[in-house]
């Protein structure tokens, strides 16, 4: 923002308005011409800084890229060794869980055949149970029908047999 020189009233009454304008516009013009020298020597100055700042982060680029070489190198090679020792570990680890699960699944199916053949045991005197109960209330069930059946039999025949001789 330009800043426009001023004088003061005294001055122009001294040298006159013409002579006093004049020197306004040549303290003006000096203002705006060291305004653009100064900004042409900021816009110079911040290309060299700009340019020395990529050299550096370049130049700090390549040693941060060696030094992350370097060490994914190391990382890989430790990630290595520690694969081959768990490996290692887990192949003994589960040689002797197979060892224990191989025991451990004899000794179950043991049990498991002993409770089989406990559970068919009590499965089949279970079945024979019901079905005596269920023979038993088969038969109760038979016997109950038939005495029914007899007494339904005589209320259809008294009153059919006095009808006939009612009707003769």
Same mark, same amino acid.
């Given at each position: 923002?330009?800043?426009?020189a001023?004088?003061?009233r005294k001055f122009y009454?001294?040298?006159g308005?013409?002579?006093a304008?004049?020197?306004?516009?040549?303290?003006?013009?000096?203002?705006?011409?060291y305004?653009a020298?100064?900004?042409?020597i900021?816009?110079l100055?911040?290309?060299r800084f700009?340019a020395?700042f990529e050299? +550096? @982060?370049a130049q700090?680029? *390549?040693k941060?890229?060696q030094?992350?070489?370097q060490?994914?190198a190391k990382l890989?090679?430790q990630?290595?060794?520690l694969?081959a020792?768990?490996?290692?570990?887990?192949a003994?680890?589960?040689a +002797?869980?197979d060892?224990?699960?191989?025991?451990?699944?004899?000794q179950m199916?043991?049990?498991?055949?002993e409770?089989?053949?406990?559970l068919?045991?009590? @499965?089949?005197?279970?079945?024979a149970?019901?079905?005596?109960? @269920?023979d038993?209330r088969?038969?109760?069930?038979? *016997?109950e029908?038939?005495?029914w059946m007899f007494?339904?039999?005589?209320g259809t025949?008294?009153p059919?047999? *006095?009808?006939?001789?009612?009707?003769r």
């Amino acid at each position: 923002m330009p800043v426009t020189a001023r004088l003061s009233r005294k001055f122009y009454d001294t040298f006159g308005d013409d002579i006093a304008n004049e020197l306004v516009e040549w303290f003006n013009q000096v203002d705006a011409t060291y305004r653009a020298d100064l900004l042409q020597i900021n816009e110079l100055n911040f290309n060299r800084f700009d340019a020395k700042f990529e050299q +550096r @982060i370049a130049q700090l680029d *390549a040693k941060w890229d060696q030094k992350w070489n370097q060490l994914d190198a190391k990382l890989e090679k430790q990630i290595a060794q520690l694969e081959a020792k768990f490996g290692q570990r887990i192949a003994q680890l589960e040689a +002797r869980l197979d060892q224990k699960l191989a025991r451990r699944f004899e000794q179950m199916d043991a049990k498991w055949n002993e409770r089989w053949l406990d559970l068919n045991g009590k @499965i089949d005197h279970g079945w024979a149970e019901l079905n005596a109960k @269920i023979d038993r209330r088969a038969a109760e069930t038979k *016997a109950e029908l038939m005495k029914w059946m007899f007494v339904f039999w005589a209320g259809t025949l008294v009153p059919l047999g *006095a009808l006939i001789l009612l009707l003769r």
